[in-house]
């Protein structure tokens, strides 16, 4: 009896090791992923966005999925549980990958593939911007400019499906943008879901840079690629709102990250024109600019040379913006067009909040309550750009080559120590560090902070440096924040289906799985309870 309890274990051993899916390994963590984006997949159906132009919404699947409430409640509840499900997989990938090491890279791909596939099938979930690349294509198309005219301009605009918020506002998106959707309407069949397929493409592209650019630029920094890898482009926040949601800035981010890792390469004109058709697609990476000006000049660049390669560095940028604009008519129009999406704000945002809170109190006492919000927002405005201006003229001193050595918690790269890396490394990381502090700025003093903003900073700070500790576990924190805030958005919803019912059930199931995997879950907790980590890295899936 004693030596059969003895071996049993280890059949149990040789047993498990035979099966494709093993519960406590990378593997079970990859296809928790695949679980919860394909859960995200069938949930669209129910609660995803259709134009009410489209062949779809007459299917009998989708008029189930949509008119039948307790279908609809079904395809909110498979929205959480994918979205935490996907949260789960990838911090039990970081669990598991610990190390970082080349056996990683391939997991970390598979995984991608994975998750990303079924997200590409959804329909748009969480926004109906994509609708608005329609009917800003549609502008185009009839000759309109986009960035004086509103969606409404069109005839039965409301068909397309587009945001209200759209469909009086100018667009603020580039030139490169603007043929994007131009050519996006003028493809066969007329159906929006036809013309949704090149937005698509073009988000899956930016996910594409981002996983061939991330790593490289973290690696010539002295920094894991792989872990880079998965804390930016495996992260749920980038699969839910640059691939399910359809954001342009997918693609924004992709072509920027590209262009920094090529100006940091000693190859600036190429990193200037990526930087530009960055710009061409949303302008806010205009404050990438003067860095990569920076990283063109060198670390012993006096103040002449410096002005001289910024002067030559817009120059290009210019020339370049200059010319889409004079092909497509329609000039330099993007700059008026900036602040198109600042006549909203959200409760997170510090000034947003405080500019309205301080606006409120004004009103009740009689004062012109919106005159001071306008006003706090413009403070608020004024003060990131004077950060931007001052991280990009204050002289960066280049950290010396031993400042770091035996940092293994900022998540260096086995390959490569700090010591190793040469002055113009450190000081391209220096640089870039200071380029994700001046977005940084921009995104914290706005009055509107849309989760796909946080993006662009884990983006910056990864590939620059985050530690583990407490900078890891912020970037946790943020994950699992807007993660939840995406659940708890946008939601299409019938007229005769009561909304607040479907809200509350997002918000109530959304808590319960997010909170469950960040504080009850004993194999993912540890990741956001400092004293729990070491047994979390222990425990089973």
Not at 134 to 152: A, E, F, H, K, W
Not at 337 to 347: D, F, S
Not at 468 to 493: C, H, K, N, P
Request: aromatic letters at 12%; a positive charge.
């Amino acid at each position: 009896m004693t030596s059969a309890r003895v071996a049993l274990p280890e059949v149990k051993t040789k047993v498990f090791s035979k099966l494709p899916l093993r519960t406590g390994t990378a593997a079970s963590a990859v296809w928790q992923g695949f679980a919860g984006s394909m859960m995200l997949l069938l949930g669209s159906f129910g609660v995803g966005w259709l134009a009410s132009s489209s062949v779809l919404i007459r299917n009998p699947l989708f008029i189930v999925a949509r008119t039948t409430p307790v279908a609809v409640i079904i395809a909110t509840v498979l929205l959480c549980v994918g979205a935490a499900l996907m949260l789960r997989g990838w911090l039990r990938l970081r669990q598991h990958l610990a190390l970082w090491d080349e056996s990683s890279a391939p997991i970390l791909k598979k995984a991608l593939i994975l998750w990303v596939a079924p997200l590409m099938l959804a329909l748009p979930l969480f926004s109906r911007d994509s609708y608005a690349y329609i009917g800003q294509g549609r502008l185009m198309q009839q000759g309109l400019n986009p960035y004086t005219d509103g969606i409404s301009a069109l005839n039965n605009y409301f068909s397309l499906g587009p945001d209200t918020l759209w469909t009086e506002a100018p667009t603020p998106y580039g030139p490169l943008w603007l043929w994007l959707e131009h050519f996006a309407v003028l493809l066969p069949a007329n159906s929006p879901e036809i013309a949704l397929i090149p937005f698509r493409l073009a988000c899956l592209a930016g996910v594409v840079l981002l996983a061939i650019y991330v790593p490289k630029l973290a690696a010539r920094h002295g920094f894991n690629p792989h872990r880079a890898l998965w804390l930016v482009v495996l992260n749920p926040v980038v699969l839910i709102n640059f691939v399910a949601s359809v954001h342009n800035d997918s693609l924004m981010l992709g072509l920027v990250v590209a262009g920094l890792y090529y100006a940091s390469s000693k190859r600036p004109i190429l990193g200037i024109l990526l930087v530009t058709a960055s710009i061409a697609i949303k302008p806010i990476t205009l404050i990438a600019l003067p860095f990569v000006g920076l990283l063109w000049a060198g670390s012993q660049a006096g103040w002449v040379r410096k002005f001289g390669i910024w002067a030559a560095t817009l120059g290009i940028a210019t020339a370049v913006m200059g010319v889409m604009g004079a092909i497509n008519g329609l000039g330099f129009g993007w700059l008026a067009a900036l602040q198109t999406p600042g006549t909203v704000w959200i409760w997170y945002a510090p000034v947003g909040l405080f500019s309205n809170i301080v606006g409120f109190v004004v009103s009740l006492l009689g004062g012109a309550g919106a005159a001071v919000t306008d006003v706090i927002q413009g403070i608020g405005q004024l003060a990131s750009i004077l950060i931007v201006m001052g991280l990009a003229f204050w002289k960066v001193k280049v950290p010396a080559a031993s400042s770091a050595n035996g940092s293994s918690d900022v998540g260096r790269s086995s390959f490569s120590g700090p010591g190793a890396l040469g002055e113009t490394q450190r000081y391209s990381q220096a640089v870039l560090r200071r380029m994700a502090w001046a977005f940084a700025a921009v995104v914290i003093m706005a009055p509107m902070i849309q989760p796909w903003y946080m993006l662009w900073l884990v983006a910056f700070f990864a590939v620059t440096g985050i530690e583990e500790g407490w900078q890891l576990r912020t970037v946790l924190y943020l994950t699992a924040f807007f993660t939840l805030i995406a659940l708890t958005d946008q939601l299409s919803v019938f007229p005769w289906i009561p909304v607040v019912l479907i809200r509350a059930v997002a918000i109530a199931v959304g808590f319960i799985c997010i909170l469950y995997v960040m504080f009850w879950d004993r194999a993912t907790r540890g990741l956001f309870l400092p004293g729990r980590d070491a047994a979390a890295k222990t425990k089973s899936a």
